[in-house]
């Protein structure tokens, strides 16, 4: 049997509103709608960041550290910071030691910002301009190796893909439909919100950090 031989599917950003305004019972019309239906589109992906971890926005990032640098200064589309270490070079070797992570309140009550050592916690403001605020100030030339939540990208152009996996096409076309349904289509909402969340649940249950799973039985003697 013949097969297309491609995994290249996606859909632009005027499909994926064409599919979501016909669930509304509805055919889209340029204008004002096409509009609306992205800016429902943007406000779509601000509500995934709140729901938890999307694995294809999480990135790796580095920044060098130098004597007495306190702060780093992230990238504006930073929306978290997973985990981190300190990169170090002991005997010629390259090591990794990790670095704790503390809260606002921790970082707050630590007595001497200034102290100087190698970094062993940090504290991230997540604040428009995020930041991450070391403890101690670094001494030394190290590197601070960490984990990012990054922003999904706007939808932009109309002729644009979406910077979506594609486990969660399904989603977003269902989530778009329910967005606009709040302004077009009252008498489809309840039933477009329930289609929704099945549609975003089955995608993140999918969207986990996995590994192999090993059984051993047990042996009695």
Known sequence: MATSGTTTFNLHIDDLVEEAFERCGMQ????????????SLNLLFADWANRGLNLWTIEE???????GTRT??????????????VR??????????????IGREEYLNLPNKLTKARPTQFYVERSNNPTVYLYPSSDS??????YRIRRIEDAGD????????????PCLVSGLAYMLSLKY?????????????????????????????????????
Do not use: W
């Open 28 to 39: 889209m019309t340029a204008g004002y709608q096409l509009s609306s239906a992205r800016r």
């Open 61 to 67: 990032a580095t920044s060098a550290l130098i004597d």
């Open 72 to 85: 780093i200064t992230l990238a504006t589309d930073t929306v978290n910071v997973l985990s981190a270490v």
């Open 88 to 101: 170090d070079t002991i005997n010629g070797e390259q090591q990794d030691i990790n670095i704790e992570r």
């Open 141 to 146: 030339t190290y590197t601070f190796v960490y």
């Open 158 to 169: 109309y002729t644009n893909t979406s910077d979506v996996n594609f486990r969660f096409l």
């Open 185 to 221: 289509a009252a008498d489809r909402v309840v039933l477009l919100k329930q289609i929704y969340e099945e549609d975003f649940q089955k995608a993140a249950l999918e969207d986990r950090d996995t590994a192999s799973s090993y059984f051993v039985p047990q042996v009695a003697y």
